[in-house]
């Protein structure tokens, strides 16, 4: 299993608006239940401060104490819901909660598709992390520069929280390539058509994508980024030979 690999903490996602919230907060208290850290997602969505502070309640009671806070999505088929920014819900935690989770926020190095320009997504990234978050973890990308070029633009910025890199791997060329189009993660024309390639020769594209993969992450860590988050997608390998690789 991964946890056997050792990592920090697993984090667990969020439904769009909160929707999978139950089952978020299940499968939080079954890992913890066993003793593992996790880092479960939270917005707001749907729901009332009550609710909010009642979750953070239980979390921390299950020992939880890191939080990974998101403005997060509208669910398909909701009507009105107002939309809490990560930076606001930062400031609800600590509010409530003061110090004892420990903050993590999303970071886009290739700018967030809703963001007007490169300069208003430091602004509204330097607004999360002096809300109070204590670090960031990257959306997913395939371009080392823009990730050296986002945190030299933080850093002019004043902010001095570590910002770790969020790496994807690549086992279904057709999901992602819908991921990234809506998340705003570029993929290189050129790696689009290695990849298109492969055809349905799937082994020697899994074999490519995690070997470029390892090497996207050993160029970060040695241009100094402080640690590594892999969307594992709740798949046991590319995710252990990728860890096994970049673990040092």
């Known amino acids: 299993s991964l946890q056997a690999l050792g990592p920090e903490f697993f984090s667990v996602t969020y439904g769009a608006g909160g929707s999978t919230r139950d089952n978020t907060f299940g ?22 401060e009550a ?40 400031e609800f935690i600590r509010a409530h909660s003061g110090d004892y989770f420990e903050i993590e926020v999303a970071a886009y190095p290739e700018v967030h598709p809703e963001s007007a320009s490169y300069n ?11 809300a109070g978050a204590d ?3 990257t959306q997913y990308f395939f371009n080392p520069d823009s990730y050296f070029r986002f945190v030299d633009a933080c850093s002019q910025a004043g902010i001095q929280q570590p910002i770790y890199v969020g790496l994807m791997p690549i086992t279904n060329f057709a999901n992602l390539q819908r991921f990234s189009k809506a998340c705003g993660a570029e993929i290189p024309r050129w790696l689009t058509y290695k990849l298109e390639s492969f055809g349905n020769d799937e ?6 994508g995690q070997d470029f993969i390892i090497e996207l992450g050993q160029k970060l860590l040695a241009g100094g980024c402080p640690g590594i988050h892999i969307y594992s997608m709740n798949q046991l390998e590319p995710t252990r030979t990728i860890f096994n690789a970049l673990r040092g």
């Open 120 to 130: 208003s997504e430091i602004h509204y990234f330097k607004q999360k992390m002096a």
């Open 51 to 90: 609710s909010m502070t009642a979750l953070l309640d239980q979390y921390k009671a299950l020992g939880v104490k890191r939080l990974v806070a998101l403005r997060g999505d509208i669910p398909s088929g909701v009507g009105a819901v107002r939309m809490v920014y990560a930076n606001e819900l930062v």
């Open 27 to 48: 499968l939080v208290k079954s890992l913890r239940e066993q003793g593992i850290d996790v880092a479960p997602h939270l917005s707001f969505g749907g729901d009332d």
């Open 135 to 137: 670090s960031a973890v």
């Open 203 to 208: 082994a020697s594209m899994l074999s490519f």
